[in-house]
């Protein structure tokens, strides 16, 4: 059976848990890498011969698992490391990691046991790199970058630049052009590469692959790099070390002044770098900047020596860009001005995306990214600006790009058209009257949410048309909804008057033909995007590819969701497709591309845990008893069950409901009669049980006085032994069920289970998903309206009436009691 890929990367993870306390995380990735490196090659290598990696003899990670549990496995694996090392010329690259380090892996036993099990990790059936499961599934690579978006998050802010988060590269390599690439001869550079993951992401963007080169100053780094471009095929890739602003290693073949150029470059340098001009000159030798008609960034802050290292090395007829920078870039003076007005005389800006903050792990002040392009630079009339501030979620101490969000980023660029308060096209006269100034709020205006106080409404009464207009995107959709809230203010203009009750405001937008209309719509659109997109789910097999599934099925159901008029935005439909995507439906692709549409039932075993001594404990075959310890991943035994065995779950239900009646009952009744019968200290060893029950009721058989105390003793047996007897019938109608499934997964169809997948799981979540958005609207602005209503409730006048008659009470009261004011 095929490993989910959720399962796969956690599996991974897991592999840290061995390590964490010893070292932190920017150092345990070094561990974690390189065994992993190891696993990769070595799988590779024995589905191809020919593979670029050579092994030496007893370097394979088989030879790693054989030394487990020996003394010497720290010294054989550094040895094994630093032959694999020096025959790919990896030396300082994969041999990084001392495996013999007892202050980060302990003593004695310890080291060997915490190195046994993080090879023992990569042992899983399911961890086998020797080919891709599917036609465009990257395992390796996708393994890696969720294990470096995880190092970089605990690697802490000063050790997390070497990862750019995969929402932001993805934006960077699709705005760029990367799509539009024919050859392999096509050339990406990053000059500040860390890890490579920005440099790879561009190149998944290009139909038909790229030559990659990139530059990284950390020599740590430039080890995760290679390893990078190792793991994804990418054996080629020219990635070197060292400072690139003072000693850039890629130049000119054929000038030693020049650098070399590119087509494609990606970057996301270290932002405001201090004290970078060293041994380049003020008059750069490979005419980045000169003191003349460029100028020189300043020597406190290196961005624009980063920023003009790009534009240099861009290819100066078809040469494009993108460049993460922090968003003073835009607007800061003196000697970036005069940088700043020289890259928009030249047309090299394209356009600016401006990012949420606290996105990169690195630091969390805002960014964007500077789009360059020298191709049409020469007839450039101005630049086209996204302010993409709002659009995130939040993920732990950091904010993430959601799907939706990049999407729309992408969307918005591709069709280069105005959005209100997001995006526009700002022509150079603009700029040039704004003095060359980019920041963005100059040019965008933000939505108006502020939550203003009318003061004539509060004095007087009545709701603000300002906070009426604030809510615009309703009334677009539903017109005659905002005359069923509100009628125009008896006595002022630009007041407005709540037409409904408070307590009737939700009612009156959801009952409203509008609102109704536009619920059925919204269902509709949903049943044409299932009917455009049933033959493609239908038609999974081992074929398919499905990163190139879920790309029609997003670009479809944006498509069906598209019209001005909804109050669902389309992109937050999307954003559900997506998620549920990533959390559900590729495991389940994935699974089906390597085991076909088989419903395999099994019950899960516990993990292995240790013992005192750290020795992992033989682990105790669970069988099962009840339907809730079986697990299906493909076809869940709760939709099996919903489709062919309803009525018997409405017995199990009603059961269970007796069982808590009883219980209830029960309960009930010992709270009820402590004081009186069922007082503890009347009963053997001062505990209530079936036991001493039954022989303080033989005691007091025969006496006259203690008729209420039996009634009450015999009415508590009867609950237990009806709790007891729901619970022997509950047991037995369980385990009939459980038979039923098994039999019931056994006789499955193809077709039945095709149909139930894509019918009863896929497109029920998906619809009850897309209901919660629907909800959520409702909800949003019956709160709204609500809140606008309590805000100016009450007049001043109507305050100080309430004051008045709460003052002449409290006097009244007073007098009662004797004192006077």
């Not at 992401?201 to 190792?230: C, F, H, W």
């Not at 896929?762 to 606008?788: C, G, H, K, P, Y």
Request: glycine share 6%; net charge negative; aromatic share 8%.
């Amino acid at each position: 059976m095929a490993i989910k890929k959720s399962e796969l990367y956690s599996t991974l993870w897991k592999s840290c848990d061995e390590l964490r306390g010893g070292m932190d995380a920017s150092q345990y990735k070094d561990y974690v890498l390189v065994v992993l490196f190891v696993k990769y090659i070595s799988d590779k290598y024995k589905n191809d011969a020919d593979s670029m990696i050579e092994i030496p003899e007893g370097c394979s990670f088989d030879d790693f698992v054989s030394l487990k549990g020996k003394s010497n496995i720290g010294e054989e694996l550094n040895k094994k490391m630093a032959a694999l090392a020096e025959a790919n010329n990896l030396t300082g690259v994969i041999n990084v990691a001392d495996f013999c380090d007892e202050q980060k892996l302990g003593k004695g036993k310890d080291l060997v046991d915490t190195v046994s099990n993080l090879i023992g990790i990569f042992q899983s059936s399911g961890l086998d790199f020797g080919k891709n499961r599917a036609n465009d599934d990257d395992l390796m690579g996708d393994a890696y970058e969720y294990l470096m978006k995880h190092f970089a998050s605990e690697s802490g802010k000063s050790k997390g630049q070497f990862y750019t988060p995969a929402e932001v590269s993805r934006i960077m390599a699709k705005v760029i052009g990367l799509q539009n690439s024919q050859s392999v001869s096509t050339t990406i550079y990053d000059p500040a590469c860390g890890s490579g993951s920005l440099l790879l992401r561009a190149l998944a963007e290009t139909p038909n692959g790229a030559t990659l080169y990139g530059q990284e100053k950390d020599s740590a780094t430039v080890g995760l790099a290679k390893m990078n471009m190792i793991l994804h095929g990418e054996d080629l890739a020219d990635i070197k070390q060292g400072d690139t602003i003072n000693n850039p290693q890629h130049k000119s073949t054929t000038d030693s002044n020049a650098l070399e150029t590119f087509d494609f470059v990606v970057a996301n340098p270290p932002f405001s770098t201090k004290s970078w001009l060293k041994s380049a000159l003020e008059e750069d030798v490979y005419g980045r900047w000169n003191t003349g008609t460029i100028g020189v960034p300043p020597e406190k802050n290196g961005d624009y020596a980063f920023l003009l290292h790009i534009v240099r090395t861009l290819n100066n007829r078809t040469g494009q860009g993108a460049c993460i920078l922090p968003h003073g870039v835009l607007f800061r003076g003196n000697a970036e001005a005069t940088i700043r007005k020289y890259i928009i005389e030249k047309g090299f800006i394209k356009g600016i995306i401006g990012l949420p903050a606290n996105l990169f792990y690195g630091t969390g002040i805002p960014a964007c990214i500077i789009v360059l392009d020298k191709k049409d630079a020469p007839n450039r009339k101005g630049i086209f600006m996204i302010d993409a501030k709002g659009g995130y979620a939040k993920d732990g101490p950091k904010n993430r790009l959601r799907e939706q969000d990049v999407r729309k980023i992408v969307d918005t660029w591709e069709a280069q058209k105005p959005i209100s308060h997001f995006a526009r096209f700002v022509g150079k006269e603009e700029i040039v009257r704004n003095d060359y100034n980019l920041n963005l709020p100059r040019y965008i205006e933000s939505e108006d949410s502020e939550i203003l106080q009318d003061i004539e409404a509060h004095l007087k009464g009545g709701l603000p048309k300002h906070d009426i207009d604030q809510l615009q995107h309703y009334w677009d959709a539903c017109p005659v909804l905002k005359d069923a809230l509100f009628l125009p203010h008896a006595d002022r203009n630009g007041y407005y008057s709540l037409k409904c009750t408070k307590e009737q405001i939700r009612e009156t937008i959801q009952l409203h033909p509008d609102f109704v209309e536009q619920d059925e719509s919204y269902k509709a659109h949903f049943k044409q995007w299932k009917e455009q997109v049933s033959p493609m789910l239908y038609g999974l097999n081992a074929e398919s590819k499905p990163k190139s599934l879920i790309q029609e099925l997003g670009d479809l159901i944006l498509e069906a969701f598209a019209s001005d008029n909804f109050l669902v935005d389309a992109y937050d439909v999307y954003e559900q497709l997506m998620t549920y995507w990533n959390e559900t439906m590729q495991d389940d692709a994935y699974l089906i591309i390597a085991d076909g549409w088989k419903a395999n039932l099994y019950t899960p075993q516990p993990a292995a845990k240790k013992d005192k001594d750290g020795n992992l404990k033989p682990v105790k075959v669970k069988k099962a008893t009840t339907p809730n310890e079986v697990v299906c991943d493909l076809l869940p035994v709760s939709v099996v069950i919903d489709e062919y065995f309803a009525d018997m779950k409405a017995l199990i239900l009603a059961a269970e409901e007796k069982i808590a009646e009883s219980e209830t009952a029960l309960s009930e009744l010992l709270e009820e009669e402590v004081e009186n019968y069922l007082d503890s200290s009347n009963f053997a060893n001062d505990t209530i049980n079936d036991g001493n029950v039954k022989k303080r009721m033989k005691e007091l058989k025969g006496k006259a006085s203690a008729k209420e105390d039996i009634k009450v003793l015999e009415q508590y047996m009867e609950l237990k032994e009806d709790i007891s007897d729901g619970k022997r019938v509950l047991k037995a109608l369980k385990y009939e069920l459980l038979e039923m499934l098994i039999a019931k997964y056994r006789q499955l169809t193809e077709t039945e289970t095709k149909q139930l997948v894509v019918e009863k799981k896929w497109f029920a979540t998906l619809a009850a998903r897309l209901d919660s958005e629907m909800l959520q609207i409702s909800q949003n602005l019956t709160t709204r309206v609500s809140e606008l209503a309590e805000r100016y409730e009450q007049t001043l006048s109507a305050i100080d009436t309430d004051i008045v008659d709460l003052e002449k009470k409290v006097k009244k009261h007073l007098a009662l009691m004797g004192f006077e004011l």
